[in-house]
């Protein structure tokens, strides 16, 4: 299985691109822009580049000069638009083999990819094996994202992490406040050390002191044997409290007091002991009202609230949406050992219109589910829950998606919602953006 890097800015392309080049066999990684390539080309053994030449943050040549220069080359096949050609013919010169000048037809990327792999597998001198990789390999546990909100959430949290502030995380329920806690844990000093999550909301409060700081045998009736809380189990390490709005008043004075001291007394015993442990707290409820309102301490709040991260709902990460998706088919093929490619158009459609109020853990759910109904290649609308399909939203745009005479009308409010942004354009209408510059053409909305 060869496996292909591929660098193109167009999320919704890209992904057309890389479901179509696994369909045929390919192992296939997406980056978005050259920094993540550069990345990427130094972590993995890729057999070939595959990318654009115009990329956000500067031209696919850069990237194939690193390539070059390299200790070992792999071939480079660039992508173009047609004003782009004799930029490519350039880059040529400069050692790619090929390039491919958009819009292309799927037989022809084949044809290019087969022709530069046979090259390198005749003039590689590195063992074929030490290539091979499986399909569909990715060696991300969680997807960052790339709309705007995940790139500043993204940056938050890079900034937060090595410090040692406590950090309180807000936002929806299943929108990946846990994932954040464990991120910043992971890119922090203490990484090595223990990540402890506790669900504040499930400890009943008669017994969430004994939770928190442990208790010595016969402290009350039950305490059979010494038990150690999640303080100490924690120390050195990181200490994630989620649902921390749900704690009594009286469990908010020992939590404020632990940290404070930065000791703790197990329950019936009369020795502390020192911890030292980052905190890291969520909530989706509005702790200030909260304050206001008497229910929550503000000098804790305060404690808490060093550094504050709101995580945003998945319907405001519009641009994510194809790659969360994916990430969760590929998940869900694993673990139901199925071998599903993708999304139906009008799949993709009805993801895109609906509010997801579930957030990530609804998306995730929504398509174990579908991987688990499907027995095609092909994930398909009849395999969604009637909550996704019933929607206004979606009966409302399904129908008029497949009428054409409704065609250049939604072309034309795609547009104008996007202040004329052709990909953004493209990305709402669920289509490419070739397709979109051929409808504009054939409407002559030019
Ligand atoms: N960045 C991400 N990449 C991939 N999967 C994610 C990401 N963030 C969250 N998830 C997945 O989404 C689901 C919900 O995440 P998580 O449990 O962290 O949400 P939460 O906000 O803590 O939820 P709750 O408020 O109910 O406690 C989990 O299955 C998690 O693995």
Redesign the pocket.
């Known amino acids: 299985m060869k496996y292909i890097l591929l660098v193109e800015d167009d999320v919704a392309f890209s992904e057309m691109l890389k479901q179509f080049l696994k369909r045929h066999q390919y192992a296939v990684d997406v980056c978005y822009n050259i920094q993540k390539a550069t990345i990427q080309l130094k972590k993995e053994n890729y057999d070939l580049l595959f990318t654009d030449l115009r990329l956000p943050d500067g031209d696919g040549i850069s990237l194939l000069k690193q390539i070059k220069h390299s200790k070992n080359p792999i071939p480079v096949v660039l992508m173009t638009g047609y004003a782009e050609v004799s930029t490519a013919v350039q880059a040529m010169k400069q050692g790619a083999f090929d390039y491919i000048s958009k819009p292309f037809n799927p037989d022809e990327v084949l044809e290019v990819i087969g022709n530069a792999l046979e090259e390198k597998a005749t003039s590689s001198l590195i063992p074929q094996e030490e290539n091979k990789k499986e399909a569909g390999k990715s060696t991300l546990d969680?997807?960052k994202g790339i709309s705007t909100a995940s790139r500043m959430l993204n940056e938050y949290i890079d900034l937060v992490a090595p410090t040692n502030m406590s950090v309180l995380i807000n936002?929806e329920?299943?929108?990946?406040?846990?994932?954040v806690a464990k991120a910043i844990h992971l890119e922090s000093l203490r990484r090595d050390k223990p990540f402890i999550a506790v669900d504040c909301g499930a400890i009943p409060k008669e017994i969430a002191s004994s939770e928190f700081f442990g208790h010595k045998k016969g402290a009350f009736t039950g305490a059979e044997n010494d038990r150690i809380g999640h303080f100490e189990s924690a120390n050195g390490g990181t200490l994630f409290l989620?649902e921390v709005g749900n704690l009594t008043y009286e469990n908010q004075v020992q939590l404020l007091r632990a940290l404070q001291e930065r000791k703790v007394k197990p329950v019936g015993s009369s020795d502390e002991i020192n911890v030292d442990i980052r905190l890291i707290t969520?909530t989706?409820d509005d702790l200030i009202r909260a304050v206001e309102k008497g229910d929550f301490r503000e000098d804790l709040y305060h404690r808490l609230n060093e550094f504050s991260i709101k995580?945003p709902n998945l319907k405001d990460r519009h641009d994510d949406l194809i790659l969360?998706a994916d990430?969760f088919l590929d998940k869900a093929n694993k673990q139901l050992n199925k071998s599903i490619l993708g999304f139906s158009k009008e799949v993709l459609t009805i993801f895109q219109n609906y509010q997801w109020p579930g957030n990530?853990?609804e998306l995730?759910n929504v398509i174990k589910r579908a991987t688990l109904l499907t027995q095609s290649e092909i994930i398909n609308v009849n395999v969604l829950p009637t909550e996704l399909t019933q929607t206004n939203d979606n009966k409302v745009s399904l129908n008029k998606f497949s009428t054409k005479e409704n065609e250049k009308e939604l072309i034309i409010n795609a547009l104008k919602e996007v202040d004329n942004n052709k990909t953004q354009a493209a990305k709402l209408l669920n289509i490419t953006r070739k397709t979109l510059y051929n409808k504009m053409k054939e409407y002559k909305l030019n």
Request: proline share 0%; net charge neutral; glycine share 16%.
């Open positions: 969680i997807v936002g329920s299943g929108t990946g406040k846990e994932v989620d969520a989706n995580v969360y990430f990530l853990r995730s």
